[in-house]
């Protein structure tokens, strides 16, 4: 699943995406709502987790905007304030649904998967889990990612790095927008770990290397072509 999370204060924010991306989700996380149209200018999200009190524009004016906008991404609010006229007033400006703070952890986890499988119609939870692209398979039950039926080692980053560009496949994912999903806003904007880590990827999974295009000065795209058989085994000259 692939998940905006709208929210301004940074250790709500870190504490949620830690806990999401150890369900196999992808995070994009935004500070103000103003970048998070930005953000969904360029991407499409299975659900947005939208802080009701925003520097600037708030939650309620973003989800309004959202559904003037006919942009019908399902939205779970998160509020401090949880009384039945706040609740009321989130649902009536567009929220799918409205989750006060603090709040479980289960809770929250429970109410992605319904308004997910709400929005897909989907009848079990497992459809999601299973994620390919040509030769490479994702499965975020067991966390392992396969190439071409033969499981690659790779750490945590590396592979959170590969499920996000597999999940935009064909389509460009730039540098910043990998930093922020996978080491989160605290990275430092200048350095080179994007790069860094592609590079890995690229060596573990020789003959696959070419289904990651480069971008230059912007970002990489995850080509949607079948790769060489026996890629694990595969050397290039």
């Given at each position: 699943?692939?998940?905006?999370?709208?929210?301004?204060?940074?250790?709500?924010?870190?504490?949620?995406?830690?806990?999401?991306?150890?369900?196999?989700?992808?995070?994009?996380?935004?500070?103000?709502?103003?970048?998070?149209?930005?953000?969904?200018?360029?991407?499409?999200?299975?659900?947005v987790?939208?802080?009701?009190?925003?520097?600037?524009?708030?939650?309620?004016?973003?989800?309004?905007?959202?559904?003037?906008?006919?942009?019908?991404?399902?939205?779970?609010?998160?509020?401090?304030?949880?009384?039945?006229?706040?609740?009321?007033?989130?649902?009536?400006?567009?929220?799918?649904?409205?989750l006060?703070?603090?709040?479980?952890?289960?809770?929250?986890?429970?109410?992605?998967?319904?308004?997910?499988?709400?929005?897909?119609?989907?009848i079990?939870?497992?459809?999601?889990?299973?994620?390919?692209?040509?030769?490479?398979?994702?499965?975020?039950?067991?966390?392992?990612?396969?190439?071409?039926?033969?499981?690659?080692?790779?750490?945590?980053?590396?592979?959170?790095?590969?499920?996000?560009?597999?999940?935009?496949?064909?389509?460009?994912?730039?540098?910043?927008?990998?930093?922020?999903?996978?080491?989160?806003?605290?990275?430092?904007p200048?350095?080179?770990?994007?790069?860094v880590?592609?590079?890995?990827?690229?060596?573990?999974?020789?003959?696959?290397?070419?289904?990651?295009?480069?971008?230059?000065?912007?970002?990489?795209?995850?080509?949607?072509?079948?790769?060489p058989?026996?890629?694990?085994?595969?050397?290039?000259?």
């Amino acid at each position: 699943m692939y998940i905006l999370m709208v929210e301004d204060e940074p250790r709500v924010a870190d504490f949620v995406r830690r806990g999401l991306r150890a369900e196999g989700w992808i995070i994009d996380h935004a500070a103000t709502a103003e970048d998070a149209l930005i953000l969904l200018r360029d991407a499409t999200y299975d659900v947005v987790l939208l802080d009701m009190m925003l520097p600037g524009m708030s939650g309620e004016e973003l989800c309004r905007h959202l559904r003037c906008s006919r942009n019908d991404v399902p939205i779970l609010m998160l509020s401090a304030f949880g009384s039945t006229e706040d609740r009321v007033s989130g649902l009536r400006h567009g929220a799918d649904d409205y989750l006060p703070k603090p709040f479980d952890f289960d809770e929250l986890i429970a109410r992605i998967e319904s308004l997910h499988r709400r929005m897909t119609r989907s009848i079990t939870p497992e459809t999601d889990r299973a994620l390919r692209v040509g030769p490479l398979s994702f499965d975020a039950a067991s966390m392992r990612l396969m190439l071409d039926g033969i499981e690659v080692d790779l750490s945590t980053k590396e592979r959170d790095v590969m499920v996000l560009l597999m999940r935009n496949v064909g389509r460009v994912c730039a540098r910043e927008r990998l930093l922020n999903a996978v080491w989160g806003l605290e990275a430092d904007p200048l350095t080179n770990v994007v790069d860094v880590t592609v590079s890995r990827i690229r060596r573990k999974m020789p003959g696959a290397a070419e289904m990651i295009s480069t971008i230059r000065n912007y970002g990489y795209r995850l080509e949607p072509t079948q790769a060489p058989k026996n890629l694990l085994d595969y050397k290039e000259e």
